[in-house]
């Protein structure tokens, strides 16, 4: 279960016993107050213990609202089998491109048992299910798949605020099948009128309809084109740490952009100021109510020669 949720959870607890107390003080009902103090004592510990804990896998609560849902009490299983599936289609392209660099445009998914997510809890309060990372290894630090989950509501929700300008730059480090995953995310949710509220580890994010509909617009109205190509750069710089390159090509023009990981690994300080063979993606991003923009990635150092 994502930390958020839990912390909701102990806070909403904390606040009903705070009234508690704050009655039995007025009544004087004393030890009634001595049980809701040691109650609340428990609660504030609890509460500080799992803020400070080091929560190292994936997990996000997904709660769905309007035609779909009947109150706490179910939800149509097309549906949910629908929705599901999209948000872990989403899951496996982002973690896979994040991973590999480059999905390519179509086949097989790389590294998809790596990503998958297990539903743990059927949730209440709306409906809603829980979704967690399932290993038998013990992370000392956060896993790859949760720092692509947190990045895919991030994603989904920049996806559906009135300001487009984060949505457009997250664009430009997007998978062409990644931007696809999402469209089809909000194409069923608008389509079942659906509302939606997501939770993960330490933020929440709601949707109502018309942020459904807005991020479905947008999304559908954006596309992607991406063209692979063998090329001879002059290497100006390039921070591996950050997989981020500056570079001439053989007419003189100076481009920059990201770097795959495999890339940023092959790269050693005496190329600086060589012509190099390098794997090179062009991106072209046609955003709705924006001019289309040209973003470019370095795939993969072919010959350093």
Known sequence: ????????????????????????????????????????????????LLKNANETHASVALFFGGEPVLGSQGILASFAGNVLDNFQELINKAFASKENGS??????????????LMVTQVAKGSFGFILDEISDQLEITETALKHTVDDVLE??????QP????????????????????????????????TMR?????????????FIHRARQRTEATEIDEDEELVRLKVLGLLPEHCKFEASTSEGKIIYGSTTRLAAEQF??????????????????????????????????????
């Open 155 to 160: 994603l989904i929700d920049a996806s559906a």
């Open 268 to 305: 050693s300080s005496d190329l600086i100021g060589k012509l190099v063979s390098v794997n090179l993606m062009t991106k072209s991003i046609k955003p709705l109510h924006r001019p289309e923009r040209v973003v470019y990635k370095l795939l993969e150092f072919i010959d350093k020669n």
């Open 163 to 194: 300001n487009e300008e984060k949505f457009e730059k997250l664009i430009e480090s997007l998978d062409k099948r990644v931007l696809q995953s999402l469209k089809d995310f909000f194409i069923t949710l608008d389509k079942a009128h659906s």
């Open 1 to 48: 279960m994502p930390r958020k949720l839990k912390l909701n959870s102990l806070t909403s607890d904390k606040y009903a016993v705070e009234q508690l107390l704050s009655e039995a003080i007025e009544y004087g009902d004393v030890v009634g107050e001595l049980q809701y103090r040691e109650k609340l004592e428990k609660l504030n510990s609890e509460i500080l």
């Open 198 to 210: 997501l939770v993960g580890d330490e933020l929440e994010y709601c949707f109502d309809s018309s």
């Open 103 to 116: 999905l390519g445009e179509r086949g097989k998914i790389p590294l998809k048992a790596n990503s998958n």
